[in-house]
């Protein structure tokens, strides 16, 4: 009787589960054994759904969590929880796994056929003094978020500095002042949302500043004081000093591949781990790789980045557990779509900003236009602003950004369709897509944009 191939995956969330769980639903147990490890006691989680935990809107961990380790082991996958791999030796095929329970097996090694890495991403924390002091947290797991809940139901935060303004800096901020706390966000750069452009990332400046978060831009931090008991007390930047019971870091994320380099495995520009389509390890046949962990292809820059996404997580694990259970399945690459939300502001975006199209030596034109969410007689109507990028000399739409109320996020799917399909904004302008006065003007504001940047890329060619 044939031995069964073993599949050995380090990382217990979105990709390294999602692949497990594919793989497992093309072979038997008497044909693939899986074998999987997490650092943590949770698999299968929504980190996405952090901020709002915190901020008790949704009960957490459990609710938070899609499949327990129990629910995989039911479905023979052989998960162990806090247990964290150490090394990969890829000559030997084998990984060395340490058991973090001081009480458990210690370190064993385990031999792989396919290893699949869905190490995932951590948080930036930046080389400071006082960074790593008691009341400073991350946000990237569900322990993260208890040990960060931990810390305001310890004692009464009053004061709270999140760092960094991207989407989990400003969900947080929200999160905290929902808590009751006074917040201050200090952002590095000219607005927050540094995943917007600085004109858009103004709007939800203002929004913030309507819940009551005081928004420091230009703030360069410096030091984490701390007091004498060792915990946070202040955040300085070069300019001044911001009291603080409790910090959130809110930099993002960059690649968890230590690991991964260690064993010679290739990374990109980002950090993050290379792969071909089919999610495999570029110049590996069985070493597969996805989630936060790697790098993906822009569609429309045709250039790797790095978008630490659940959406993409759970999309390169059906890929990889496919092609490891002998089915066959690709990842074509991203158009960078992402949607967020403060207070009742919704932010998204997809496609290129100007700094980035200009980085990549597109020549572009930029429209941006105010339109409203319905018919202007419908009631609750709200407004929203679109902005829209397209290419000066052929009309392709480049990117797409749009901060509004209540119907605004969800239309940033329409821009991202356009770019997958490589559309002109010409071409959008003839998008049959759905109307009614309680859903959209006769006009939806998408449509408005691509038709003044269809105008303006002909203006620039006659130019």
Not at 343 to 368: K, P, W
């Amino acid at each position: 009787m044939t031995a069964a191939r073993r599949m050995v995956v380090i990382g217990g969330d979105a990709a390294g589960m999602s692949a497990a769980s594919r793989a497992r639903r093309l072979k038997s147990r008497g044909e693939l054994e899986i074998l999987a490890f997490e650092r943590g006691q949770f698999t299968s989680y929504s980190a996405c759904g952090i901020p709002y935990w915190v901020g008790g809107l949704v009960n957490g961990p459990d609710e938070l969590v899609a499949r327990t380790p129990e629910t995989h082991r039911g479905r023979g996958i052989d998960v162990r929880t806090h247990t964290e791999v150490v090394e990969i030796d890829l000559a030997g095929q084998r990984v060395l796994a340490r058991d973090l329970d001081p009480r458990g097996t210690g370190e064993q090694w385990h031999g792989f056929d396919d290893l699949v890495i869905a190490t995932g991403a951590r948080p930036r924390r930046p080389a400071m003094p006082g960074i790593d002091a008691p009341g400073v947290h991350g946000v990237q797991t569900l322990d993260d978020g208890r040990a960060l809940l931990e810390s305001l139901e310890a004692a009464p935060v009053e004061r709270a500095v999140v760092i960094g303004a991207g989407y989990i800096g400003v969900e947080m901020a929200e999160a905290l002042i929902q808590r009751g706390s006074q917040v201050t966000v200090l952002v590095r750069g000219e607005q927050p949302m540094s995943t917007l452009d600085p004109d858009m990332g103004r709007l939800v400046r203002d929004a913030m500043s309507g819940l009551g978060i005081d928004t420091v831009t230009g703030a360069e931090v410096a030091e984490v004081v701390t007091g004498e008991d060792g915990r946070v007390r202040a955040v300085a930047t070069k300019m001044s000093e911001y009291p603080a019971d409790l910090v959130v870091l809110g930099l993002g994320v960059v690649p968890e591949t230590a690991l991964a380099q260690e064993a010679g495995l290739p990374v990109g520009e980002y950090g993050g781990l290379l792969t071909d389509q089919a999610m495999r390890v570029r110049g590996y046949d069985n070493i597969w790789a996805g989630g936060d962990c790697v790098e993906v292809l822009d569609l429309v820059s045709g250039r790797t980045r790095h978008i630490p996404l659940g959406t993409h997580a759970n999309k390169h694990g059906q890929v990889i557990g496919s092609n490891v259970g002998g089915d066959y399945a690709t990842f074509p690459g991203v158009v960078g779509t992402a949607v967020s939300k403060v207070c009742d502001l919704e932010i998204a975006r997809t496609g290129l900003l100007e700094a980035e199209a200009a980085a990549v030596g597109l020549q572009f034109e930029t429209v941006t236009i105010e339109a409203t969410s319905r018919a202007g007689y419908y009631p609750e109507t709200r407004p929203m602003t679109v902005k829209m990028l397209a290419e000066r000399r052929t009309g392709r739409l480049l990117g797409t950004q749009i901060v509004g109320r209540e119907g605004a996020g969800k239309r940033v799917d329409v821009a991202a369709v356009a770019l997958t399909a490589g559309m002109t904004v010409e071409r959008m302008t003839a998008l049959d897509l759905g109307y009614a006065p309680p859903f959209s003007p006769v006009w939806d504001p998408v449509l408005v944009a691509a038709r003044k940047a269809a105008a303006t890329v002909r203006s620039a060619e006659r130019r």
